[in-house]
Protein backbone atom coordinates (compact mmCIF):
# COMPACT_ATOMS: atom_id res chain seq x y z
CA UNK A 1 0.00 0.00 0.00
CA UNK A 2 1.53 2.97 -1.10
CA UNK A 3 1.93 6.39 0.99
CA UNK A 4 -0.89 8.37 -1.34
CA UNK A 5 -3.68 5.35 0.33
CA UNK A 6 -2.69 5.42 3.82
CA UNK A 7 -2.65 9.88 4.02
CA UNK A 8 -6.01 9.06 2.47
CA UNK A 9 -6.89 6.10 4.66
CA UNK A 10 -6.06 8.48 7.73
CA UNK A 11 -7.84 11.78 6.56
CA UNK A 12 -11.06 9.49 5.82
CA UNK A 13 -11.08 8.14 9.79
CA UNK A 14 -10.09 11.54 10.98
CA UNK A 15 -12.96 12.81 9.28
CA UNK A 16 -15.14 9.91 10.58
CA UNK A 17 -13.82 10.57 14.08
CA UNK A 18 -14.85 14.14 13.81
CA UNK A 19 -18.13 13.86 12.23
CA UNK A 20 -19.34 11.01 14.55
CA UNK A 21 -18.10 13.32 18.02
CA UNK A 22 -19.73 16.18 16.49
CA UNK A 23 -23.14 14.43 15.88
CA UNK A 24 -23.27 12.11 19.11
CA UNK A 25 -21.32 13.84 21.45
CA UNK A 26 -21.11 17.64 20.31
CA UNK A 27 -17.98 17.88 20.38
CA UNK A 28 -15.70 19.39 17.16
CA UNK A 29 -12.60 21.88 16.85
CA UNK A 30 -13.06 25.14 18.22
CA UNK A 31 -14.85 27.67 15.60
CA UNK A 32 -15.68 24.98 13.30
CA UNK A 33 -13.32 25.44 10.51
CA UNK A 34 -10.97 22.76 11.41
CA UNK A 35 -14.02 20.66 10.60
CA UNK A 36 -14.79 21.49 7.61
CA UNK A 37 -10.83 22.10 6.06
CA UNK A 38 -11.26 18.09 6.93
CA UNK A 39 -14.37 17.50 5.56
CA UNK A 40 -13.12 19.23 2.21
CA UNK A 41 -9.88 17.69 1.88
CA UNK A 42 -11.23 14.27 2.37
CA UNK A 43 -14.07 15.35 -0.25
CA UNK A 44 -10.98 16.38 -2.73
CA UNK A 45 -8.77 13.63 -1.73
CA UNK A 46 -11.53 10.82 -2.63
CA UNK A 47 -11.93 12.14 -6.03
CA UNK A 48 -7.98 12.18 -6.47
CA UNK A 49 -7.68 8.43 -5.13
CA UNK A 50 -11.04 7.06 -7.07
CA UNK A 51 -9.94 8.44 -10.44
CA UNK A 52 -6.54 7.80 -10.41
CA UNK A 53 -6.93 4.20 -9.21
CA UNK A 54 -9.98 3.60 -11.22
CA UNK A 55 -8.30 0.88 -13.28
CA UNK A 56 -7.82 -1.26 -9.46
CA UNK A 57 -11.10 -3.15 -8.62
CA UNK A 58 -11.09 -1.89 -5.16
CA UNK A 59 -11.52 1.89 -6.40
CA UNK A 60 -14.32 0.83 -8.68
CA UNK A 61 -16.13 -0.79 -5.63
CA UNK A 62 -15.21 1.97 -3.60
CA UNK A 63 -16.38 4.35 -5.82
CA UNK A 64 -19.95 2.44 -6.42
CA UNK A 65 -20.36 2.59 -3.05
CA UNK A 66 -19.92 5.99 -2.27
CA UNK A 67 -22.29 6.84 -5.04
CA UNK A 68 -24.80 4.17 -3.59
CA UNK A 69 -24.43 5.93 -0.21
CA UNK A 70 -24.96 9.68 -1.75
CA UNK A 71 -27.82 8.15 -3.90
CA UNK A 72 -29.47 6.58 -1.36
CA UNK A 73 -29.22 9.43 1.47
CA UNK A 74 -30.92 11.55 -1.09
CA UNK A 75 -34.31 9.12 -1.03
CA UNK A 76 -35.54 10.32 2.61
CA UNK A 77 -35.74 14.04 1.21
CA UNK A 78 -32.19 14.55 0.92
CA UNK A 79 -31.49 15.12 4.93
CA UNK A 80 -28.41 12.78 5.39
CA UNK A 81 -27.09 14.94 2.44
CA UNK A 82 -28.00 18.09 3.18
CA UNK A 83 -27.33 17.86 6.54
CA UNK A 84 -23.52 16.96 5.84
CA UNK A 85 -22.91 19.59 3.26
CA UNK A 86 -24.62 21.94 5.32
CA UNK A 87 -21.87 20.86 8.07
CA UNK A 88 -19.16 21.73 5.65
CA UNK A 89 -20.74 25.07 3.88
CA UNK A 90 -22.86 26.56 6.77
CA UNK A 91 -20.82 29.64 8.31
CA UNK A 92 -21.75 30.05 12.15
CA UNK A 93 -20.66 33.06 13.72
CA UNK A 94 -20.11 32.52 17.66
CA UNK A 95 -19.89 35.12 19.93
CA UNK A 96 -17.47 35.43 23.04
CA UNK A 97 -18.45 35.79 26.75
CA UNK A 98 -15.85 35.43 28.59
CA UNK A 99 -12.65 33.26 28.40
CA UNK A 100 -14.27 29.75 29.11
CA UNK A 101 -17.54 30.14 26.81
CA UNK A 102 -19.18 31.40 23.66
CA UNK A 103 -22.64 31.27 21.95
CA UNK A 104 -23.69 30.27 18.01
CA UNK A 105 -26.96 30.08 16.29
CA UNK A 106 -26.61 26.41 14.89
CA UNK A 107 -28.81 23.55 13.88
CA UNK A 108 -27.79 20.32 13.18
CA UNK A 109 -29.85 19.59 10.75
CA UNK A 110 -31.67 21.37 7.78
CA UNK A 111 -35.11 20.70 9.27
CA UNK A 112 -34.70 20.94 12.81
CA UNK A 113 -34.96 24.66 14.26
CA UNK A 114 -32.35 26.91 14.89
CA UNK A 115 -31.05 27.64 18.23
CA UNK A 116 -28.74 29.09 20.58
CA UNK A 117 -25.64 26.88 21.81
CA UNK A 118 -23.66 27.50 24.65
CA UNK A 119 -19.87 26.28 23.61
CA UNK A 120 -16.98 25.63 26.52
CA UNK A 121 -13.43 25.36 25.02
CA UNK A 122 -11.38 22.53 25.67
CA UNK A 123 -7.77 23.91 24.05
CA UNK A 124 -8.09 23.07 20.61
CA UNK A 125 -11.90 21.67 20.68
CA UNK A 126 -14.74 22.89 22.15
CA UNK A 127 -17.95 20.98 23.77
CA UNK A 128 -21.84 22.05 23.17
CA UNK A 129 -22.41 22.34 27.91
CA UNK A 130 -26.65 23.59 27.02
CA UNK A 131 -28.32 25.28 24.30
CA UNK A 132 -31.65 27.76 24.57
CA UNK A 133 -34.24 28.86 21.97
CA UNK A 134 -33.49 30.74 18.88
CA UNK A 135 -35.12 34.01 19.35
CA UNK A 136 -36.19 36.25 22.01
CA UNK A 137 -40.00 37.98 22.55
CA UNK A 138 -40.09 41.22 23.80
CA UNK A 139 -43.49 43.21 23.64
CA UNK A 140 -44.79 40.93 20.66
CA UNK A 141 -41.73 41.31 18.55
CA UNK A 142 -38.97 38.78 17.71
CA UNK A 143 -35.05 39.76 18.25
CA UNK A 144 -32.03 37.08 17.49
CA UNK A 145 -29.10 37.15 19.03
CA UNK A 146 -27.85 39.37 16.38
CA UNK A 147 -30.06 42.12 17.70
CA UNK A 148 -28.19 41.86 21.28
CA UNK A 149 -26.16 45.10 22.15
CA UNK A 150 -24.50 43.26 24.67
CA UNK A 151 -24.54 39.94 26.28
CA UNK A 152 -23.07 38.73 29.93
CA UNK A 153 -22.54 35.75 31.91
CA UNK A 154 -24.17 36.57 35.69
CA UNK A 155 -23.33 34.36 38.51
CA UNK A 156 -24.66 31.06 38.58
CA UNK A 157 -27.52 30.17 40.22
CA UNK A 158 -27.29 27.32 43.11
CA UNK A 159 -28.54 24.44 40.32
CA UNK A 160 -25.05 25.44 39.08
CA UNK A 161 -26.81 26.29 35.62
CA UNK A 162 -25.17 28.90 33.49
CA UNK A 163 -27.10 32.58 33.27
CA UNK A 164 -26.50 34.88 30.55
CA UNK A 165 -27.97 38.47 30.26
CA UNK A 166 -29.20 39.17 26.50
CA UNK A 167 -29.60 43.22 26.33
CA UNK A 168 -31.62 44.56 23.61
CA UNK A 169 -33.32 48.11 23.42
CA UNK A 170 -35.92 48.37 25.69
CA UNK A 171 -35.22 44.92 28.00
CA UNK A 172 -32.65 42.48 29.06
CA UNK A 173 -33.73 39.04 29.27
CA UNK A 174 -31.99 36.04 31.28
CA UNK A 175 -31.68 32.44 30.15
CA UNK A 176 -30.74 30.01 32.29
CA UNK A 177 -29.03 26.98 30.56
Same mark, same amino acid.
Given at each position: MNNEIKIYIGITVLMLIDLSLFLTFDISFIGNLIDRIILWIWFITTFYVVFKYI #?? #?? +???? &?? !?? !???IGLSLLPMMIPFLTTIG? +??????? !??IDN? *?? !? #????KSVIAMPYISVLKNYWIFER? *? &?KTEYDFEINDDFFHIDDAKSIKR?????DKKIRLEFEFENEKIIREI
Open positions: #RK #RW +AKIY &GG !IL !IILF +ALVNEDS !IKE *IH !I #RETSE *I &GLPESN
